[in-house]
């Protein structure tokens, strides 16, 4: 049988042209001076795409590697890191700092609602004695866009550090690392990019990497030490030897996405337009404003569960939904509209497929899904 359509937020539908260039014969990747090159070539994909001039690594791991490796090379034990929470990637990233030495102070937000930047402001002004902070730019569990361009400055004014997990906005919507003052801005291949997992990369500005050279203790720990990637070109030199194929795929996947001048005003019709057929529909998105265009998750009706309602699209429809992730109180089902599921023809099936099922279970949809979806899309 075939697996079933991706229409979660992450691994996404993986493009023909991306898994013919990881079926290339392997070349080695610690000696052949070719590969020196292509790798350096992604890189400056990588940048382009997030804004930055600076330099950008690719690391061998998914996502939650680029997490890690940020907080092990910037942190030293004792250091004050102010950690963004209002969502599950945004407290998480609270563990990897504990567990680098870090002292954790929270900004707790609402799961619902973006961070405003005025109560930010507010709170560096009463206390900026932080060395770094943290902060989710997309909270995938909720589809909550976190407002990055009007935080990440205001930190760099106060002289803070900042690490932007931008996993699943990197491709689909617009970023611009140097331009925000980020320092450091880390993705993932298998989001809006869609390779499939197994690659993390970070742009890292000059400032993030003079924090790192200056550390007066070594960094604990050697797969997530960045440092060794200071000067890799020019020793040509990699700290483990990386996986060619998987960078195959994802130099093809950056391709793409740069080739696609629509790219970004396609997630953003297509997010607006799945936004509109839920509420139409009579269901409640979860976010109550700062809505993501890369992915949606919304309440199911009261009385169904979002478990039997996504089983019902898998098991009859061959599509997979997402369901919520981590510590959410409200069960949540999620459409990821991004990378090469965010196609007009995907999503369509992937509502329609939602609005049977939620006929099946009883609940008749105030609108149909897919016609207000169609029609909100110009
Ligand atoms: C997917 C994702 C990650 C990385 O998770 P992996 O399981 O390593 O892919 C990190 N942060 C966010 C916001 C994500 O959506």
Redesign the pocket.
């Known amino acids: 049988m075939k697996p079933p359509m991706l229409m979660t ?2 691994p996404t539908e993986v493009s023909e042209d991306v898994l013919t260039a990881m079926s290339r014969s392997v070349i080695n990747p610690d000696l052949d001076p070719v590969f020196f090159e292509f790798y350096r070539g992604v890189t400056r994909k990588i940048a382009r795409l997030v804004g930055t001039e600076h330099e950008a690594v690719v690391l061998g791991g ?3 590697l680029g ?1 890690e490796a940020a907080c092990a090379s910037l942190i030293e034990p004792g250091d004050r890191v102010l950690c963004f929470a209002n969502g599950v ?1 945004g407290y998480g990233f609270a563990d990897f700092v504990k567990l680098y030495g870090g002292q954790v102070v929270f900004c707790y937000g609402d799961e619902r609602h973006p961070f405003d930047p005025d109560e930010v402001l507010t709170l560096l002004q009463r206390d900026p004695g932080f060395k770094i902070a943290t902060l ?1 730019h ?3 569990p909720t589809g909550l866009l976190n407002p990055v361009p009007l935080l990440a400055p205001l930190l760099r004014k106060h002289g803070i550090l900042t690490v932007v ?1 931008a ?2 906005s990197i491709g689909g919507i617009p970023i611009a690392a140097d331009a925000w003052g980020v320092d450091i801005l880390l993705g ?1 291949s ?2 809006c990019l869609s390779a499939p ?1 197994g690659l993390a990369f970070l742009s890292i500005s000059p400032e993030a990497w003079a924090a790192i050279h200056r550390r007066k203790q070594p960094v604990a720990g050697y797969y997530c030490n960045l440092s060794h990637w200071a000067d890799w070109y020019e020793r040509k030199w990699f700290p483990y030897t990386l996986p060619v194929n998987d960078l195959f795929g994802l130099d093809a996947a950056l391709d793409r996405v740069l080739a696609d001048a629509d790219v970004y005003e396609r997630h953003r019709r297509v997010g607006q337009a799945v936004r509109r057929a839920i509420t139409a529909g009579g269901l409640e998105l979860f976010p109550k404003s700062g809505w993501s265009d890369t992915v949606t998750a919304f309440l199911p009706p009261s009385g169904l569960k979002e478990s039997e309602i996504r089983r019902e699209i898998l098991e009859r429809h061959r599509i997979l939904l997402a369901g919520s992730l981590g510590t959410l109180t409200d069960p949540v089902i999620r459409i990821g509209h991004m990378g090469e599921n965010c196609w007009v023809d995907r999503v369509s099936r992937a509502l329609e497929a939602l609005d049977a099922a939620l006929r099946h279970f009883g609940f008749q949809p105030a609108a149909p899904l897919v016609d207000t979806f169609t029609a909100a899309l110009d």
């Open positions: 937020p992450g998914e996502g939650i997490l990637f989710v997309c909270e995938t997990d996993v699943s993932g298998q989001k997992p």
